[in-house]
C-alpha cells in the first residue's frame, strides 16, 4: 500500500468516524431530554440539592482545553473537601485518581446511583456533537493525569477522547495507572472502524451489566 492509498483510507476513516459520532451525539442527546425532567427533582432536596450539571477542564485532541458535561454526581464544593483530608487526598492521587464510592466524602446517594448506571455521562453527547470528543477514544483526563503518558504524551492527545473507549472495554474503573497507559494507547495503535464498533458494543453490554463503573 502506497502512502497516498493510505492518507485516503485515513482520511476516510475520519470522515465515517464524525458522521458515526454526529448521528450517535443526536440519539444520545434525545435519550438525555427524556431523562432530563424525571432527574430534576433529585436536586432539589437533600445533599444533592443544587446544579443540574457539572463541567470540568479536561484536556483534548492536540492539548486543547475544554469543559466536559456531566450530570452533577458530587456535593457542590467537592474539590474542596477531598484536599482538606490530606491523607484521603493522596490515597486518591495514589490509587489513579480515584476512591472507592463507599470511602468517597464527595459522591452523594443519588451521585452513586447515576455513576453506577452511567447517567452521569448522558450530557457528554453535547461534547461530541460540539467536535471536542467522539463517541469512541480514550477518555478525556484532567491535567495531572497527563504527567502518567510521559514520553507518549503527544500520541495520547493525537486524538480525540471519547464517551467510550478500549479502556472501559478492558475492565474501566478496575484498570489503574500505569496500565491503563498501556490499554488506551491500544487503541491508538489499532483506530479503525471495526474496532470502533466492537468497543461501541461491549460499551453497551457493560452498562447494561453496570461493570466497572465507580
Known amino acids: 500500500m502506497n502512502q497516498d492509498e493510505t492518507i485516503a483510507i485515513k482520511s476516510s476513516y475520519k470522515l465515517i468516524k464524525r458522521t458515526i459520532d454526529i448521528l450517535g451525539a443526536i440519539v444520545g442527546l434525545f435519550i438525555l431530554l427524556l431523562f432530563l425532567i424525571p432527574l430534576i427533582p433529585f436536586y432539589l432536596i437533600g445533599s444533592n ?19 466536559i458535561y456531566k450530570f452533577r454526581s458530587m456535593i457542590r464544593n467537592a474539590e474542596e ?12 492521587v495514589a490509587n489513579s485518581y480515584k476512591l ?9 446517594s443519588f451521585g452513586r446511583f447515576i455513576r453506577k448506571t452511567s447517567l452521569d455521562e448522558l450530557p457528554q453527547f453535547l461534547n461530541v456533537l460540539k467536535g471536542e470528543m467522539s463517541l469512541v477514544g480514550p477518555r478525556p483526563i484532567v491535567q495531572i493525569e497527563l504527567n ?7 500520541l495520547f492527545l493525537s486524538v480525540k477522547p471519547g464517551i467510550t473507549g478500549y479502556w472501559q472495554t478492558c475492565g474501566r474503573s478496575e484498570v489503574n495507572y500505569p496500565e491503563r497507559v498501556d490499554v488506551e494507547l491500544h487503541y491508538m495503535y489499532n483506530q479503525s ?3 470502533d464498533l466492537t468497543i461501541l458494543f461491549k460499551t453497551v453490554v457493560q452498562v447494561l451489566l453496570r461493570k466497572g463503573a465507580y
Request: hydrophobic share 25%.
Open 100 to 108: 472507592e464510592p463507599d470511602e468517597d466524602p464527595r459522591i452523594t
Open 148 to 154: 502518567e503518558y510521559r514520553d507518549k504524551k503527544d
Open 193 to 195: 472502524l471495526i474496532l
Open 81 to 92: 473537601v477531598l484536599k482538606e483530608d490530606k491523607e484521603l487526598y493522596d490515597k486518591y
Open 49 to 67: 440539592r443544587g446544579p443540574l450539571f457539572f463541567k470540568q477542564q479536561r484536556i483534548g485532541q492536540n492539548g486543547k482545553q475544554f469543559g
